[in-house]
């Protein structure tokens, strides 16, 4: 009777636990900050805030003038010999794989860098060139507001933090913008093939 006793209370504890954990990570749908990220995206889309970019041109442009149009958004600052050197590859692959979406101004590419102090526009047309800009369709650029970095990593879910040694660590990944200016998807910085996919499904809707 003792021993049906505790693996009754034992039972108990783990359907405790089980309910608990289901909580806490949305049925367990959530493992980790990233997957909550994502999974909070698709199911409350997240307005990104009007701030001013400078873009690699030297020209200056608002967040809301991309509205009308889908947006792929990554985040990287241009001295990153990993990460950010991956997505310039993957965005320039992107603009072969969406070039009609591009050519047809229903989508656009935008870099935006959260080392604006650095990343003036001369640098920012060099990891351009360095990554294989095909040339159309694709802006790096920089926050030029006082605050206008911060809000933006607010509204995307981005973290960066400083190294130490000059550089950054920061979580990568491509941000899918629908043309009302609403964060709507998150993708593996290694996949440009879903993200490519997924706006050619949505595109002409």
Known sequence: MRMLR?????????LAGGVTLSAATDRFQAFTTESARRLAVRQHPAEIPDV????????????ADFRGKWLLV??????CPTYCRA??????QLQDRLA???????LQLLSISFD??????????????RSRDRGAGWFASRPVEADALERLERAFGITVIPDGAGGYTHNAAIHLVDPRGRLVAIFD???PRLAG????QNVDR
């Open 74 to 79: 990554d985040f990287i600052y241009t001295r």
């Open 52 to 63: 001013a970019l400078q873009l690699q041109s030297g020209a200056n442009i608002r967040f």
């Open 100 to 106: 009609g979406p591009l050519a047809h101004g229903k």
């Open 6 to 14: 505790s693996l009754l209370a034992s039972l108990a504890l783990l």
């Open 116 to 129: 604006p102090n650095h990343d003036t526009p001369r640098q920012l047309a060099a990891y351009l060139q």
């Open 197 to 200: 996919r997924v706006l050619l």
């Open 87 to 92: 997505l310039g590859g993957e965005f320039a």
């Open 189 to 191: 910085a290694d996949d």
